[in-house]
């Protein structure tokens, strides 16, 4: 029996694309081994929806069906994982643009369901990595608004901006420490 759907959580791999540039398969691997839970899709992957580096989406297992993602949510819960460690870097422009359709079509199909990140939901936890803010600007204004307000767009692009030139700063940081 399916439970009603009452969440979408948003995840991320936490293995930077720039080490595993391709993650699907490697993450199928690897959920294979610790928890060997074919989908009814033929997938191991514990989410509903994996979101490649290139924006690809694939569907891994039925909505309703049992997921590995997070400990209470795994029946009531649409579980969508992005490739990439965004404790590090930022989602591509690919993979936010994919997030956000897949998001309005279950919003469509799910009128009244809730937008969280892993960690909101599972205590402890820093999945998917990203800020609230850069979630509510960059991914649920698109989602929520048909008209983006100025201000919005301008503080979206800001943080976007800031998202970038923090990525380049942990760069040069990981370079100069690689030097001592």
């Not at 960690?119 to 402890?124: F, L, N, P, T």
Request: proline share 3%; glycine share 6%.
């Amino acid at each position: 029996m399916t439970n009603k759907i009452k969440y979408v959580c948003v995840h991320h791999t936490a293995v930077s694309r720039k080490d595993q540039p391709s993650q699907f398969y490697p993450v199928n691997r690897y959920h294979k081994e610790k928890w060997n839970m074919i989908s009814e899709l033929g997938w191991y992957i514990g989410y509903n929806y994996f979101i490649g580096t290139n924006g690809v989406l694939t569907q891994t297992r039925n909505v309703g069906e049992e997921t590995m993602a997070v400990v209470g949510h795994n029946h009531d819960t649409i579980h969508i994982c992005s490739a990439g460690n965004f404790l590090v870097e930022q989602p591509t422009d690919e993979q936010d643009k994919t997030l956000i359709e897949l998001i309005k079509q279950i919003e469509k199909e799910y009128p009244g369901i809730e937008i969280k990140r892993h960690c909101e939901m599972q205590k402890g936890r820093t999945c998917p990595g990203f800020s609230r803010s850069y979630f509510d600007a960059i991914i649920l204004n698109e989602v929520h608004t048909t008209v983006p307000d100025k201000e919005d767009v301008e503080k979206a692009e800001q943080i976007k901006q800031m998202s970038s030139l923090l990525d380049k700063l942990r760069e040069q940081l990981l370079r100069l420490l690689n030097r001592i």
